[in-house]
């Protein structure tokens, strides 16, 4: 048995899925192994319990009344925060067709039952450490291209400054260079007059 965790660190399970039995089977499992989970009967209850929380892993069964597993993963793909989250079908359809489908509306992995109690602990945490892998690898990607932006722009500003252009047509570049790297909606710019110490605003960007 994996060793308690603190509520604050330990990963956070949804569980969807139709048959009380087996919600109630996975979640003894899970909680042996340091989950916290969560129960949703079907997809629609599942779609309302993400909308206000946000688990770390979705256990969703396949075939369930009103919404089955293929339609809620898919639904949940369409959101902001679902787009990247770890999905796991779990079903006793081995059928390559089922399977096929599943991953191709975005399934993560598939479990078919009867599941494997031993096995499925470590299962989900070998696909959350795969997910936090892949998600800082596009948190490094994001960030080395904001760099490269931005001294993309540093380097236009460099030539605008050594160039023939007018001391306000700089000021005013400056301006619009500045929100753009920084994400910010409006920018100004002050120029520091020594003989009296203060800054004075010489140019903006983005007020009316």
């Not at 997809?43 to 688990?55: M, N, S």
């Not at 299962?123 to 936090?132: F, G, I, T």
Request: proline share 5%; aromatic share 6%.
């Amino acid at each position: 048995m994996t060793a308690p965790t603190s509520p604050s660190t330990r990963p956070y399970i949804l569980v969807v899925d139709d048959g009380k039995t087996i919600r109630m089977l996975i979640r003894q499992a899970l909680e042996q192994t340091g989950f916290i989970v969560e129960e949703a009967e079907n997809g629609r209850h599942a779609l309302e319990l993400f909308a206000r929380t946000c688990p770390d892993l979705i256990l969703l069964d396949v075939v369930m009344p009103e919404m089955d597993g293929f339609q809620t993963c898919a639904a949940l793909r369409q959101t902001a925060q679902g787009g990247h989250l770890p999905i796991v079908m779990l079903t006793g359809l081995e059928d390559e067709a089922s399977i096929d489908r599943a991953y191709e509306i975005g399934a993560t992995d598939f479990i078919t039952k009867p599941i494997n109690w031993v096995l499925l602990g470590h299962r989900v945490r070998y696909l959350l450490r795969a997910s936090r892998a892949i998600m800082k690898t596009r948190q490094s990607e994001e960030a080395l291209r904001q760099e490269v932006h931005f001294s993309t722009t540093l380097v236009q500003v460099g030539r605008d400054l050594t160039s023939s252009l007018a001391t306000p047509v700089i000021l005013e570049r400056l301006c619009k260079f500045a929100p753009s790297v920084l994400g910010c909606e409006r920018g100004y710019t002050l120029l520091y007059r020594p003989a009296r110490a203060t800054y004075a605003a010489v140019a903006s960007d983005g007020y009316t």
